[in-house]
């Protein structure tokens, strides 16, 4: 399971590199830039993984909101530049929130379980390809290693 996680954080951290130029670090704190973290879960509520996603998002927007994936209505996507799905669990998605994925037009992350839901949006994504790291760091502070 510890294995699992570093994976997933591993991913996460990479995919944020490539989805967020590197001119945005130095961007304004909110910098125009609105990011959505859609999420499954457990208990339908913001839990540590989800946090920690908003926390690396967070150094490039302050603007971040989270919404349950089954919840998700066009109005939480307005002005929205980023969207972020975190499947924790495996679930079915409803057809609205499939729907909504596909027809925003800003950057789309796909995290975690539920993908192959999403994915079809993504033709050069291959959702069936795994592969293990270690471990994590920003490329300027390799100390504070994930």
Same mark, same amino acid.
């Given at each position: ?12 951290? &990479?995919? &944020? ?7 945005? #670090? ?47 209505? #066009? ?7 980023? &969207? ?7 679930? @079915? ?23 192959? @839901?999403?994915?079809? @949006? &993504? ?24």
């Amino acid at each position: 399971m510890k294995r699992n996680g570093k994976l997933v954080w591993g991913v996460v951290l &990479l995919v &944020l590199m490539s989805v967020f130029p590197v001119n945005l #670090a130095e961007a304004d704190a909110g910098g125009g830039k609105k990011a959505v973290i859609m999420y499954s879960s457990e208990n339908g509520k913001v839990e540590e993984n989800q946090k920690v996603l908003d926390g690396m998002i967070s150094r490039y927007t302050t603007d971040i909101s989270y919404v349950e994936a089954n919840s998700l209505e #066009a109005e939480d996507l307005e002005e929205t530049t980023h &969207l972020f799905y975190y499947g924790k669990v495996e679930e @079915q998605l409803h057809e609205e929130t499939v729907e909504l994925f596909a027809d925003f037009d800003g950057v789309k992350t796909i995290i975690g379980y539920n993908a192959d @839901q999403l994915s079809s @949006q &993504l033709d050069h994504v291959d959702t069936s390809l795994q592969e293990a790291v270690e471990g994590a760091y920003e490329a300027d502070n390799e100390d504070n290693a994930v």
